[in-house]
């Protein structure tokens, strides 16, 4: 069974930066796209951020130049860095994982995280 962990959320005031990861279990992660999404308070979730398994990144034009994902193998983990955070950047931060990259891009991925509250609050 694989199992996706986020960790690293919490509570950071305006312009402020955290580091969140997704730590992953069985053998996919050397061969699975991975990728962070987010859903806020009575919105729909949106994609962030995904990595391919060579290491190319995509990012959500409202990220862009903030955020940065990366992958780990021999940790079997992926990484948001998320700097210049805003309120409006307040939200759950869930990790995903697919064989594709398609899945990921229509956010319909085989396997999610449970998620890691990120609350950006003066």
């Known amino acids: 069974q694989v199992q996706l962990v986020e960790s690293g959320g919490g509570l950071v005031q305006p312009g402020g930066s955290l580091k969140l990861s997704c730590a992953t279990s069985?053998?996919?992660?050397?061969?699975?796209?991975m990728a962070w999404y987010r859903q806020a308070p009575g919105k729909q979730r949106e994609s962030v951020a995904i990595?391919?398994?060579?290491?190319?990144?995509y990012y959500a034009d409202s990220v862009k130049g903030r955020f940065t994902i990366s992958r780990d193998t021999a940790k079997n983990t992926v990484y948001l860095q998320v700097n210049s955070l805003q309120p409006e950047d307040t939200a759950v931060y869930y990790c995903a994982a697919d064989r594709n990259l398609a899945p990921l891009v229509t956010m319909r991925p085989r396997y999610w995280g449970q998620g890691t509250q990120v609350t950006v609050s003066a």
């Open positions: 069985g053998s996919i992660f050397s061969t699975y796209v």
């Open positions: 990595v391919s398994i060579a290491g190319d990144t």
